[in-house]
């Protein structure tokens, strides 16, 4: 922590970097009351101290928005919400959220693990917090009326699977989101084996293909649970019934290319669509996928 950093304009900036449709709700002047009363208008040791008691944040709480406070602690505590000893990459965004809303059609247990993105984030996910540089999952929040016609759809596919198997492949939060992007790619969907999070990008309201995917990216962690990081490894008793001298490609973000995973682009009957090519791992996913 810098021991210069000026405190004004740490605020200022904090305040700037939020979303347009929350930064009128900081009172600045009133902010500016809050530091003095706490005695931190000059030292960041002193406000993050302030942040984090009750009384003082309920204080600041009727001046600014949760996120407000939610940003300052990320700058001033880097290492303690990395949570692993390792400072926050450059561009990081917090991953905040809340339940669906109330009036959202989903089953009790969908309503139970899944969250609804609230304002954009960048995050890297879990196995991926070391590495430098991250490659981060970047999305916005969903427009209300994708969520209320997709969130339905979700909620019939994972009642497909007994409550036992969510456990057991590790399924813990689905967020809801949009312009979901992976490392700068865009995606639908991206699964944090780690985690046990999956983002789903409501946006694309394509009926099939969404339901596919759903359970594409739960083999993926089922896969994960299975055979651990090594899922993109040789496995023989699959292979076994690949055709002769068939090799795979490089991986599932190497062939991005739309109409891949149109079952006429199977470049055999041994395969699914030629996305199954690109790898091992995406072969079963999309196995499992048209299996289910
Ligand atoms: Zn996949």
């Known amino acids: 922590m810098t021991t210069t950093l000026s405190i004004s304009q740490l605020i200022t900036d904090a305040i700037a970097s939020l979303p347009e449709k929350v930064r009128y709700k900081c009172d600045r002047a009133k902010i500016d009351k809050w530091l003095e009363r706490y005695g931190c208008t000059c030292d960041a040791e002193l406000l993050l101290a302030a942040l984090n008691r009750e009384d003082s944040r309920a204080a600041l709480k009727m001046h600014a928005p949760p996120i407000l406070m939610a940003k300052l602690l990320v700058w001033l505590s880097p290492k303690v919400v990395g949570g ?95 312009q979901l992007s992976y490392d700068g790619q865009r995606r639908r969907d991206v699964p944090d084996l780690d985690g046990g999070t999956l983002f789903i990008d409501v946006s694309d309201r394509a009926v099939r293909r969404s ?27 699959w292979e076994a019934h690949n055709p002769d001298s068939f090799t795979y490609g490089f991986g599932g973000q190497f062939m991005r290319t739309p109409g891949t995973a149109d079952p006429p682009s199977a470049p055999s009957e041994h395969f699914i ?20």
């Open 84 to 178: 692993d000893g390792n400072e926050l990459p450059p561009g990081f965004e917090l991953l905040l959220h809340e339940p669906l809303p109330e009036d959202t059609l989903a089953h009790a247990g969908m309503r139970q693990s899944t969250r609804v993105v609230t304002f954009p984030f960048a995050t890297p996910s879990q196995g991926q917090r070391r590495l430098r540089p991250p490659k981060l999952i970047r999305g916005a929040p969903p427009a209300r009326a994708d969520l209320d016609l997709m969130c339905p759809l979700y909620s019939c596919e994972r009642a497909l699977y007994p409550a036992a198997f969510l456990d057991k492949i590790g399924l813990c939060t689905v967020f809801f989101c949009e």
């Open 273 to 292: 669509n030629a996305y199954a090519t690109s790898s091992i791992a995406e072969d079963k996913a999309e196995v499992w996928a048209a299996l289910l």
């Open 211 to 237: 339901r596919h995917a759903w359970h594409h990216e739960l083999w993926h962690m089922a896969d994960f649970q299975l055979r651990g990081p090594a899922f993109e490894q040789p496995d023989a008793e």
